[in-house]
């Protein structure tokens, strides 16, 4: 199923000259928030961007394509962007890789969302999220992508969703005309389940240069399933040779790190994940009394849970990104008491010191500035 719209909008320049004018006199306010009223793409203080197709590439996945606003810039394949959705009054924010390349010519970009069982946001994005409407953007981040100097021959080790990295990537090099030597290996359940199948399997047949190796993990029998140093001596015996480029499931990339580190090769693996690695947590692991000091909340959460989680729980709203300690955006201040990194398992107990909530646990009674 696709939807479109077609898209109006101003020139920059026009927008910039009138803003420096209006601005003073919407102090204290900008002419910018005055704008957002009229069309949110036009804001200069925060970005947005609007859905201008919704395309189902599978019974539970769906890309967005969404057209940005003002300040926008372009990304580079492989990179991400965080997405803010407002779902039941409540304002929610994750990070999403971008699946186009950003050579398109009509100015938007797409993320391809899986629905992941009890995930709110990517629920309403898969089933809710229409054409016509207006959700906040970050910019373009990320250093998982393909270097601009040196020519590389990539092995891309892909499963599920994390093709999408991948997919901006090759999209991107198709349309540069530079297509390298690759060989990509890419695990689904079922072909009818694989997101961009058809668009792969038509770039195996029409790329010399490409190597396609679908798995269907439900259909293939015995030990070829998954991956194994044996699938991939098969699949691609020159595999020491190239970098490599992986993104999927945790199971996945720690078999991959280990392969690459037992070769002593672990700075050709490259490796892109969608959650972040966490320390296994010890049985007596306790929590504590967590008070959110501007709001004068208090509330008791395992030494498991992350405190965001344990926030957004007790009703508050905390700045937040990518939820996996890569973007900053939740860190907080730690007033008194201990927290769990969750990551390395170190505890963090110094007043002031700041603690990004989407990676720790209460470690014991604790203060945080929110
Ligand atoms: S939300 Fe990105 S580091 Fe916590």
Same mark, same amino acid.
């Given at each position: 199923?696709?939807? %479109? ?11 910039? =000259?009138?803003?420096? @004018? ?20 036009? +804001? ?13 590439? *599978?019974?539970?996945?769906? +890309? ?25 009054? #409540? ?5 999403? +890789? ?10 938007? /970009? *797409? ?7 009890? =995930? ?11 054409? !016509? ?28 969703? !994390?093709? +999408?990295?991948?997919?901006?990537? @090759?999209?991107?090099?198709? @349309? %540069? ?14 072909? /009818? ?74 700075? #050709? ?33 395992? =030494? ?11 009703? @508050? ?15 907080? *201040?730690?007033?008194? !008491? ?33």
């Amino acid at each position: 199923m696709t939807t %479109q719209e077609p898209e109006h909008r101003p020139g920059k320049g026009w927008l910039a =000259g009138l803003a420096t @004018l209006t601005d003073l006199f919407a102090y204290p306010l900008r002419t910018s928030h005055y704008v957002e009223l009229v069309n949110p793409l036009w +804001t200069t203080h925060r970005m947005h961007a609007r859905v201008v197709a919704v395309w189902d590439e *599978t019974r539970d996945a769906r +890309t967005i394509t969404l057209k940005p606003g003002a300040n926008w810039r372009l990304h580079r394949p492989g990179q991400h962007v965080r997405v803010g959705i407002p779902v039941d009054g #409540r304002h929610y924010t994750r990070t999403y +890789t971008i699946s186009s390349p950003p050579e398109r010519d009509d100015g938007c /970009f *797409t993320i391809t969302v899986k629905k992941i069982d009890g =995930g709110r946001l990517s629920h309403h994005i898969v089933r809710h999220l229409k054409v !016509g409407d207006y959700v906040p953007v970050g910019l373009p981040q990320g250093d998982f992508y393909l270097p601009d100097a040196s020519p590389i021959q990539p092995l891309f080790i892909t499963a599920g969703s !994390g093709i +999408t990295p991948i997919m901006s990537m @090759l999209r991107s090099l198709v @349309l %540069q005309q530079r297509l390298p030597d690759t060989v990509h290996i890419h695990y689904a359940p079922h072909e /009818f389940d694989t997101i961009f199948g058809k668009a792969l399997r038509e770039l195996s047949a029409e790329q010399c240069h490409y190597r396609l190796h679908e798995i269907h993990t439900r259909k293939q029998a015995g030990n070829m399933a998954y991956f194994s140093r044996e699938a991939l001596e098969r699949f691609c015996p020159g595999w020491r040779e190239r970098d490599c480029y992986a993104c999927g499931p945790p199971g996945l990339l720690a078999v991959l790190e280990e392969t690459w580190a037992e070769a002593g090769l672990s700075q #050709r693996l490259h490796i892109e994940r969608f959650r972040a690695d966490f320390a296994p947590i010890p049985d007596n692991a306790e929590g504590g009394l967590v008070r959110f000091t501007q709001n004068n909340i208090e509330v008791n959460a395992d =030494g498991q849970a992350n405190l965001l989680s344990v926030a957004e729980d007790a009703g @508050l709203n905390p700045a937040h990104g990518c939820r996996m300690g890569i973007c900053h955006t939740c860190n907080t *201040t730690l007033k008194s !008491g201990c927290v769990r990194d969750l990551r390395s398992g170190d505890f963090i107990n110094e007043p002031g010191a700041m603690v990004q909530i989407c990676v720790c646990a209460a470690a014991g009674d604790c203060e945080l500035d929110i």
